[in-house]
Nanobody, 121 residues
Framework: QVQLVESGGGLVQPGGSLRLSCAASGFTFSNYAMRWYRQAPGKEREYVAYITSDGSSTNYADSVKGRFTMSRDNAKNTVYLQMNSLKPEDTAVYIC??????????????WGQGTLVTVSS
């Protein structure tokens, strides 16, 4: 079964840290770039971070640059999002995404269900 399962969300105080994980199964994880998105209550989904299939390059939204770090372990089929210096405006459901083209140039995309991060005192 093709799926992404996020974990690691929870309640944290402003200035605190959390590390999210996204475990992949049912597909060749190392073929695909990965992205984190987030959706706050009443707001549209927004892009957070990106990592290439081999983990050699990352990109971040301006709102999280310098505070969040995305990484991956292809041996464990898992991608991570280390979040430091958290702010109340980081409160959202964090969702991971895999997409790209397989070796036969077929488009592939899968979304996780998300994990809730609440930043509050």
């Amino acid at each position: 079964q093709v799926q992404l399962v996020e974990s690691g969300g929870g309640l944290v105080q402003p200035g605190g840290s959390l590390r999210l994980s996204c475990a992949a199964s049912g597909f060749t994880f190392s073929n695909y770039a990965m992205r984190w998105y987030r959706q706050a209550p009443g707001k549209e989904r927004e892009y957070v971070a990106y990592i290439t299939s081999d983990g050699s390059s990352t990109n971040y939204a301006d709102s999280v640059k310098g505070r969040f770090t995305m990484s991956r372990d292809n041996a464990k089929n898992t991608v991570y999002l280390q979040m430091n210096s958290l702010k109340p405006e980081d409160t959202a459901v964090y969702i991971c995404n895999a997409r790209g083209f397989d070796p036969r140039y077929r488009y592939f995309e899968v979304w996780g269900q998300g994990t809730l991060v609440t930043v509050s005192s």
